[in-house]
């Protein structure tokens, strides 16, 4: 398999635009985790799917950040407009079934810089 | 609510070195816990897990000890090597918290030739 699969994996765009991160979870896998990590905050949960349904969003910044999961091979975040303070490495993870679900695949990261 | 609090960084060992990286954890009930490591430019991946209480993790020469009486899950090494310097987190989930890990800060390891 092919591992969890980021795009892009930098992005640099000015305050105000809109910032689309892309992710494509482990075949099989049902559960997608989208992380921000920064020096200050460390690693920070945003949002998690389980079958494509968000369960937890309570990490999810301000309404300028959404994300979705149209379906099992496939999620979105977008930043909507971006700021500076948004400049961060975003991570997607995903997980198998019920008795794995601590095993967390992590893809490489999108590193985003806002301007 | 359930929380992980690791040892700050940066760690700077020589090769050969013994390694210890302190995690202590607060949580109801009974956690599974687990390390995890992030290498320069890449994404978090597995080290080592413990699910109950005395269970010892192990991998890549790497250990962790579930010790419940004192709440804690230190990860060592007896002979570190450059190739080890990374970053280091410790995290649990437990049964009410769904499938979220909680996570640690991270501690930077740098292995000096």
């Known amino acids: 398999d092919a591992g969890v699969i980021q795009s892009p994996r930098h992005e640099v765009t000015e305050m105000g635009q809109e910032v689309t991160l892309r992710c494509k979870p482990i075949?099989?896998?049902?559960?997608l985790f989208w992380y921000r990590q920064t020096m200050m905050r460390g690693l920070e949960l945003l949002i998690y799917?389980?079958?494509?349904?968000?369960?937890?969003d309570s990490g999810m910044p301000e309404d300028r950040f959404s994300a979705k999961m149209p379906n099992a091979s496939f999620s979105t975040l977008k930043i909507q407009p971006s700021e500076p303070r948004d400049s961060a490495v975003y991570f997607c993870?995903?997980?198998?079934?019920?008795?794995?679900?601590?095993?967390?695949?992590f893809g490489p990261g999108t590193r985003l810089t806002v301007t | 609510g359930d929380s992980v609090t690791q040892m700050e960084g940066p760690v700077t060992l020589s090769e050969e070195a013994f390694l210890t990286i302190n995690c202590t954890y607060t949580?109801?009930?009974?956690?599974?816990l687990f390390w995890y490591v992030q290498y320069p430019g890449e994404g978090l991946q597995l080290l080592l897990k413990?699910?109950?209480a005395d269970d010892k993790g192990s991998n890549k020469g790497f250990e962790a000890t579930y010790r419940k009486e004192t709440t804690s899950f230190h990860l060592e090494k007896g002979s570190v090597q450059v190739s080890d310097s990374a970053v280091y987190f410790c995290?649990?989930?437990?049964?009410?918290?769904?499938?979220?890990?909680?996570w640690g800060l991270g501690t930077s390891l740098a292995v000096n030739p």
């Open positions: 413990a699910t109950k």
């Open positions: 995290a649990l989930i437990n049964a009410g918290n769904n499938r979220k890990l909680i």
């Open positions: 799917f389980n079958n494509n349904v968000p369960i937890d």
């Open positions: 075949s099989g896998h049902n559960s």
């Open positions: 949580a109801t009930g009974y956690p599974s």
């Open positions: 993870a995903s997980t198998a079934g019920d008795n794995r679900a601590y095993e967390q695949y």
